[in-house]
């Protein structure tokens, strides 16, 4: 069964007060979800560990002592 289909059946069998209030909640979901230009389908893509791997690059005088703090050394 289709999620629309399942979800005529439910909205079928409630009352006219309970309809009123999935009405107004359709419509908060609508505007909140125009507003943002997401939707449920399409969630915001995680990286995981190692997705930067070799994009980083270290100077090779990385760990050599600045110049600008000899006079604290």
Same mark, same amino acid.
């Not at 107004?24 to 930067?52: D, I, R, V």
């Given at each position: /069964? %289709?999620?629309?289909?399942? @979800? !005529?059946?439910?909205? $079928?069998? /409630? &009352? *006219?007060? +309970?309809? $009123?209030?999935? @009405?107004? #909640?359709?419509?908060? +979901? @609508? $505007?909140? #979800? %125009?507003?943002?230009?997401?939707? &449920?389908?399409? &969630?915001?893509? %995680?990286?995981? #560990?190692?997705? !930067? $791997?070799?994009?980083?690059?270290? %100077? *090779?005088?990385? =760990?050599? &002592?600045? *110049? =600008?703090?000899?006079? #604290? /050394?």
């Amino acid at each position: /069964m %289709s999620t629309d289909t399942a @979800l !005529w059946k439910a909205i $079928a069998q /409630m &009352p *006219d007060a +309970l309809k $009123a209030e999935t @009405l107004h #909640y359709a419509e908060f +979901l @609508l $505007a909140k #979800y %125009s507003n943002t230009h997401k939707t &449920p389908e399409q &969630p915001e893509k %995680s990286h995981g #560990y190692g997705s !930067w $791997a070799g994009q980083i690059v270290m %100077s *090779d005088d990385f =760990d050599q &002592p600045l *110049d =600008d703090l000899q006079d #604290y /050394m």
